[in-house]
């Protein structure tokens, strides 16, 4: 499991007369090949089974809406793989954002989560419209994510053009110096080539967690790195037709073991411990996607038993149905919001959202007599699970 392998190449740089190292990673496939023995292989099964049984649970087509699932979990995965890059926001915080409410964290935290948003859609209806997984398209998400916020002076849909580091105050005390700048278009070729080669016969999901390394660790853009790279895993396993639709997201998976991700990141590096990386790799979407199943059963059932609970309440019980299921889809709303989305005049809606709260099912949190704000709150509970912000 510990093979030792080289996995790149240090070069000697320097910037202003001071000197540093930085590693230029070895093109993928891994050499020697990968060691695929029994605890590898028992980890690859798992994975592939969960996989499977996301892709095959029909998760979308018992939703009440089939976009339902989906917005959900772009933005749970937004304000996760954001809250590994140290942002606050938390899901209720974009939700907030979204209705033009404010948030109750720094503006830039939650900007920064919408961003994300905005970089994922994008990257997954361009893959929808047969646009190829490719280093144009890493830079087009780029510009999503770095057009507003504290990112926004990084050069947004641009590769680096000067040395970056990771962690230390300058590249001759860091933990990690990427390729020089000089390398940058050689490493980025040869990563985009093997998103595309089938000569290696390795699997997808293999592919994605050797991909998912490789863009760490070249490291192209001066900031949005470990966010484009955790959004790469799931392009990956949907280009393939693994994922049908892209409801694999390791974010949680990175931050509830995010310690451990580092430091499996820089043993293959140091050791060439891929067989270690990928262990913790398969691990991580056998874990995730049974919680995505998991999770998808507990808000149908939620939605369902609810539904029941509204059924008995008589002529105002049909207004309150259409209330309900704008719920399902904007957890977070208003009564404008609600009264335009089910046009439904506004003294019915509210009525009906009235009923909600006395039932406890919905709950208003603004406490003002005006521009009230209600919250789904059970469903937003649910989905939240895991979301809060890393101390």
């Known amino acids: 499991m510990n093979q030792k392998r080289a996995t790149g190449r240090y070069v000697d740089c320097s910037v202003v007369g001071a000197r540093y190292r930085a590693f230029v990673p070895n093109p993928l496939p891994p050499d020697p090949p990968l060691a695929f023995d029994t605890i590898l292989i028992a980890s690859m099964e798992r994975a592939s089974r969960a996989l499977g049984r996301l892709d095959g649970y029909g998760i979308l087509d018992r939703l009440p809406n089939q976009n339902l699932f989906l917005y959900s979990y772009v933005r749970k995965e937004a304000v996760l793989s954001s809250q590994i890059e140290g942002t606050q926001s938390s899901l209720s915080d974009l939700l907030l954002f979204e209705l033009d409410e404010a948030p109750g964290v720094p503006m830039s935290d939650v900007v920064e989560v919408s961003n994300y948003v905005a970089a994922l859609n994008h990257g997954i209806e361009r893959i929808r419209d047969g646009f190829p997984l490719c280093l144009r398209l890493f830079r087009e998400m780029h510009e999503k994510l770095l057009s507003r916020g504290r990112g926004a002076a990084k050069q947004p849909g641009e590769f680096r053009t000067s040395q970056n580091w990771i962690g230390g105050s300058r590249p001759g005390n860091a933990a990690y110096v990427p390729p020089p700048p000089e390398q940058l278009d050689d490493c980025l070729a040869r990563l985009e080539y093997f998103l595309h080669e089938q000569d290696s016969g390795l699997p997808t999901l293999i592919k994605a967690a050797l991909a998912h390394v490789q863009f760490e660790t070249i490291h192209p853009f001066l900031d949005g790195n470990g966010r484009l790279g955790r959004l790469l895993i799931t392009l990956m396993l949907t280009v393939d037709g693994l994922l049908q639709q892209p409801l694999l997201y390791l974010s949680l998976y990175f931050k509830s073991h995010r310690a451990e991700y580092y430091e499996q990141l820089q043993r293959v590096r140091i050791h060439g ?22 999770t998808a059963r507990i808000l149908l059932q939620l939605f369902d038993n609810d539904r029941e609970r509204i059924r008995p309440m008589g002529r105002i019980a049909a207004t309150v149905l259409a209330a309900h299921e704008h719920l399902q889809n904007h957890p977070l709303t208003t009564i404008p919001e609600a009264a335009k989305a089910t046009e439904i005049n506004r003294t019915s809606i509210t009525r009906a959202f009235d009923e909600m709260a006395e039932i406890g099912m919905v709950e208003e949190i603004t406490g003002q007599k005006r521009n009230r704000i209600y919250a789904y709150r059970e469903y937003l509970d649910i989905l939240a699970d895991g979301t809060d912000p890393l101390n």
Do not use: K, P, S, Y
């Open 273 to 294: 411990d891929w067989e270690g990386w990928l262990v913790f790799f398969l691990d991580g979407v056998a874990d995730i996607a049974q919680q995505a199943v998991e």
